[in-house]
């Protein structure tokens, strides 16, 4: 579903009230997939409110998954698969324990390698903006094309298409999307709109 999908909003927002405001507006602009990470105040809450309200309506992830732990909490909140910002092979563990997917971070190629070995379902490379942005994914899928990648980091209206193009199996995309000025303001219109652009800034191609 996250392949189909292609686009993963990272809902990155001060408390659970703007994380359930920032998912009903990604929702409203066409995705339905979502990562509320677990640096917003009441991360678990807000999981859990996402989960009871739209339940399969929603493919709902939980983000910056540091530890096993956080991911058992997460999983039992109704979180339906993980994102981590680095490798940590027994969160990958647990998560296989559970049977729900896990994207760990990864930037290097051994990272990226161990990732996958250790039993992640794809990779999550970040900052991919750092290393080149769509060519890095491009030169990491020469040697791995099994690998699902998603990069995060640089991703936006302007750049999706060029990451998917490149063999990304999936893109992460947080502040260029759920940014910061139309959270505190309350404008989640904009976020809306951003969503609907990003829809359609995908290529009907890949």
Known sequence: RIKERAVVP??????????????EAVREGGIDCVEITMTVAGALKAIETVADRYGDKVLLGAGTV????????????????????SLNVRTIEMARRYSRPI???????????????????????????????????????????????????????ETVADFLMAGSAAVGVGSELVDAASVKSGNYQAVAERSKSVESGKSVDL
């Not at 990272?10 to 998912?23: C, E, F, G």
């Not at 991911?71 to 909140?77: G, K, S, V, W």
């Not at 900052?127 to 990648?149: E, Q, R, V």
């Open 103 to 157: 994207f760990p971070g990864g930037l290097t190629p051994t990272e990226v390698l161990t990732a996958w070995e250790a039993g992640a379902d794809g990779v999550k490379v970040f900052p991919c903006n750092a290393m080149g942005g769509a060519k890095y994914i491009k030169s990491l899928k020469a040697p791995f094309p099994h690998i699902d990648l998603i990069p995060t980091g640089g991703v936006n209206l």
């Open 10 to 23: 990272i809902i990155r927002t001060p408390d659970s009230k703007s994380a359930l405001a920032a998912v």
């Open 66 to 85: 540091l530890d096993p732990e956080t991911a058992r909490a997460c999983h039992l909140a109704g979180a339906q698969f993980f994102v981590t910002p």
